[in-house]
């Protein structure tokens, strides 16, 4: 892999309700300005050769992806471990319910039902370490929020994943060449080693 080209969904259906959705079959896709957002990344998109997709389980993400790679060829490879973080009995809850459990727990406690943010980002270092031994040079991923955050702020250096970058545009490209992405899985594993070892 040469360059990784790294971008959250467009907005969905489930954003625009405020609903918090960690579960691929209760999806439900992209809303009208989330089709257009993807459009825009296919315009972001046209001058640069794709060589493979690495697409998460979820139709927003699928959904995104086909529209920014509308009429070209390319390989697709699902990944799992770029899916959301599985929230458990938090699934269909507020945004604000989420974000206030968050807040009264620490990152390696599991959500009820879920999975921790720790595990979620050890999941996202797994998977990102998978695109980068695929022999393609230049990979389009497209997954969620949490994610890009993590890698974004784990390739910075920093040691707090959720920042100092916190809000991901919709169907933006985050650009890493292959040692920002080794930066990345690195750091999100050594952060979250921290907050265990806390």
């Known amino acids: 892999m040469r360059l990784a080209l790294v ?22 896709g992209l809303s009208d300005l989330g089709r257009a957002e993807a459009a825009k990344l296919a315009g972001q998109l046209a001058a ?16 995104t992806a086909a529209l920014a790679l509308a009429g070209r060829d390319v390989p697709r490879v699902v990944e799992p471990g770029l899916n959301d973080v599985k929230i458990g009995d938090l ?3 507020s945004l604000a ?26 999941r996202y270092a797994e998977a ?15 997954c969620h929020e949490i994610p890009v955050r993590y890698a974004v702020n784990a390739a910075a ?12 545009a919709n169907a933006t490209p985050y650009v890493f060449d292959a040692e920002g992405l ?12 921290d907050v265990e070892r806390a």
């Open 7 to 28: 971008a959250r969904h467009g907005q969905s259906l489930l954003n625009v309700a405020d609903l918090v959705n960690g579960n691929p079959a209760l999806d439900q």
């Open 48 to 63: 640069v050769a794709i060589d493979l997709l690495v697409v998460s389980e979820f139709p927003r993400a699928q959904e």
């Open 91 to 93: 699934e269909g809850k």
């Open 97 to 122: 319910d989420y974000r206030a459990w968050k807040k009264a727990h620490r990152h390696d406690e599991p959500f009820p039902g879920g999975e921790s943010l720790v595990e979620a980002a050890l």
């Open 128 to 142: 990102y370490e998978r695109v980068l031994a695929r022999g393609e040079e230049t990979i389009l991923v497209v």
């Open 157 to 168: 250096g920093s040691n707090n994943l959720d920042g100092p970058t916190h809000d991901i």
């Open 182 to 193: 080794r930066r990345a899985v690195n750091r999100m594993r050594t952060a979250a080693q």
